[in-house]
């Protein structure tokens, strides 16, 4: 993108402050950011109150940095699981958040695996229940997060969200501008 995507703005909003409106609207807490690229302004876009933590590493480990940062960050709470949200999928709103954190309620929360999938092909949001973090933590390495631990597991639920979600990336400036020209969005 050639600038950190947190700070990219869509419809005059940055993306991280959109991300974390939609966890909020989905009755999600607590909602902790992650951030690497860009600090402390990408901080800095954040409304005050919103709990963050840095990601170190961020720059060589990309997502597995930042998924790493985010489980250390909740392992001290009592949450039973944690719901994976990227601010580049600006197209996964409220409805497929909660939808796919749905899967965590239950006494099997802490156990629970999920993707979200849009027209049938996993992706994002993933939600991890507390049972899985230490391997998840363990397991994450370079720009692919969880994908390695997930890959392969037959316990992964896919949670359809196209109805509700468009699952598109916004990885290059280009990525940018289809997206503000194809609005409206589900």
């Avoid at 197209?91 to 849009?118: E, K, N, S, T």
């Avoid at 994908?147 to 196209?162: H, K, P, Q, S, W």
């Amino acid at each position: 993108m050639g600038r950190p995507k947190a700070a990219v703005e869509l419809d005059g909003e940055p993306l991280v402050r959109r991300a974390v409106r939609a966890l909020h609207a989905a009755g999600l807490a607590p909602v902790v950011v992650v951030l690497g690229a860009g600090l402390p302004g990408t901080a800095a876009l954040l409304d005050e109150g919103t709990a963050w933590v840095p990601a170190p590493g961020w720059d060589t480990e990309g997502q597995a940095a930042s998924l790493r940062a985010g489980l250390e960050a909740l392992a001290g709470t009592d949450a039973v699981a944690v719901l994976v949200a990227l601010v580049d999928t600006p197209g996964i709103g409220a409805d497929a958040l909660a939808r796919v954190a749905a899967r965590a309620d239950g006494p099997d929360a802490p156990r629970v695996l999920a993707r979200g999938a849009v027209d049938g092909r996993a992706g994002h949001p993933v939600l991890l229940g507390r049972a899985h973090w230490e391997a998840v933590h363990a397991a994450a390495s370079g720009d692919a997060g969880a994908r390695g631990f997930l890959r392969g597991r037959d316990d992964v639920a896919a949670v359809e969200i196209g109805d509700v979600a468009v699952g598109d990336d916004l990885d290059t400036p280009e990525d940018l501008q289809r997206w503000a020209e194809a609005e409206p969005h589900r």
